[in-house]
């Protein structure tokens, strides 16, 4: 079946650092995704990326989807506290309904 | 408007019983998946539905698993004859209309225990 590769699994920083997280998969993916969720929550939308070469920003939240479409990476710049949590990449592929979720990079933040 | 409800959000069950697991979609919303997390992975989608429409349960094991999403009410996971395996969090999640453009919600997730 199609498998996300997230990494890294988890990333200790200090507040104030950007952070970089990324995605690859063997199989083409038309919609990329990445999702947060905090302890005991659901996952939260962060971005959503649609064409191959796109890149978007949602504040100091920007990701990219890659050109070939086997990838997609997501930049965090100057993180906070609230930062902390778990970021999930997710893909589509074409013609598809269900989502394909990477590991998950955990994120912790020293204040 | 309220966000994806699902209930309860903590179910202890013991090996053999049936979980029941409820979700209400947001407003205007007819689509509803159901993914399944084990501890410190990601989300493995189970199952599309539509109103009264199973559409993908590509996901879903062939034994014990059920899901519907009849005309009125919510939408119910049905595990019959839990075993320790099927501990894990339950997500769903809705979107309007299905379009491959579209937005998947999540609710809080129901998470299941089985002793």
């Known amino acids: 079946g199609q498998q996300l590769n997230q990494s890294p699994q988890s990333m200790f920083i200090q507040e104030g650092e950007d952070v970089s997280m990324n995605c690859t998969s063997s199989s083409i993916f038309n919609t990329w995704l990445w999702y947060k969720q905090d302890p005991g929550e659901g996952p939260v939308l962060l971005i959503a990326?649609?064409?191959?070469?796109e890149l978007t920003s949602n504040g100091r939240l920007t990701a990219q989807f890659g050109i070939t479409r086997k990838d997609s990476f997501l930049n965090i710049s100057a993180s906070i506290p609230s930062d902390v949590g778990i970021y999930f990449c997710a893909g589509r592929s074409q013609g598809a309904q269900k989502l394909v979720f990477g590991q998950g990079t955990r994120l912790t933040i020293n204040p | 408007n309220a966000g994806v409800m699902q209930n309860p959000r903590h179910l202890v069950r013991r090996r053999g019983q049936e979980a029941r697991l409820r979700c209400s979609p947001m407003k205007g919303h007819s689509h509803v998946y159901w993914y399944r997390q084990l501890p410190e992975e990601g989300l493995k989608f189970m199952v599309y539905?539509?109103?009264?429409?199973?559409?993908?349960e590509s996901g879903m094991p062939k034994e014990r698993f059920s899901a519907e999403f009849p005309k009125e009410g919510p939408s119910i996971l049905r595990i019959q004859q839990v075993v320790r395996g099927d501990s894990a969090a339950y997500f769903c999640?809705?979107?309007?209309?299905?379009?491959?453009?579209?937005?998947?919600?999540f609710g809080p997730g129901t998470r299941l225990l089985v002793l």
């Open positions: 990326l649609y064409k191959a070469g």
């Open positions: 999640a809705s979107s309007p209309q299905g379009a491959i453009l579209e937005t998947q919600y």
């Open positions: 539905l539509q109103k009264e429409n199973i559409i993908d």
